[in-house]
């Protein structure tokens, strides 16, 4: 099966764009959840359903950041040792984005749980996934730091023009 390949500069566009999707995902379910979707002045107090979900919600977030972590760290591991750039390189963005949907989970449950209860305190936990997301941007730096390629793989992934997949 033939593929077409991508230069560095496209590598990272895509990167990008798959990265500031997801976020905008986020944040525009955030959006409707808040301004169309819940009633804060109704909040769920009479059942046991929002008791349960202040303790899930958070420990979510926690396994959340955890895992996405700790499988980044174990996809890139098994990434490294592949023999070249270009294998390197889809196996760098399966691990990115692998990284991306732990951390999307939990923000979109805490979200579903602010429609289910209209208690507004889980929007918090939406919102600092959001950012750990922001802050795992796709970059050029990042993606020579974490695969630890040597001088000639950095070379060519520096180059914009330079086929890397």
Request: glycine fraction near 6%; avoid cysteine.
């Amino acid at each position: 099966m033939e593929t077409n390949q991508q230069s560095t500069k496209e590598f990272f566009k895509l990167a990008s764009f798959i990265h500031l999707g997801l976020i905008l995902g986020v944040v525009l379910f955030g959006m409707i959840v808040y301004f169309f979707l819940a009633d804060f002045q109704h909040v769920d107090t009479t059942t046991e359903f929002p008791k349960l979900l202040v303790y899930l919600v958070p420990g979510l977030v926690v396994v959340g950041i955890v895992a996405s972590n700790m499988m980044y760290r174990i996809r890139l591991n098994e990434v490294k040792e592949r023999g070249d750039l270009k294998t390197k390189m889809q196996g760098y963005r399966e691990s990115l984005i692998i990284r991306y949907m732990l951390l999307e989970g939990p923000a979109l449950f805490a979200l579903v749980a602010v429609f289910r209860t209209n208690n507004s305190s889980f929007m918090v936990y939406a919102g600092l996934m959001v950012v750990l997301m922001a802050l795992k941007r796709p970059t050029l730096k990042s993606a020579i730091a974490d695969l630890d390629l040597d001088q000639q793989e950095i070379a060519l992934l520096e180059d914009p023009d330079a086929r890397v997949l």
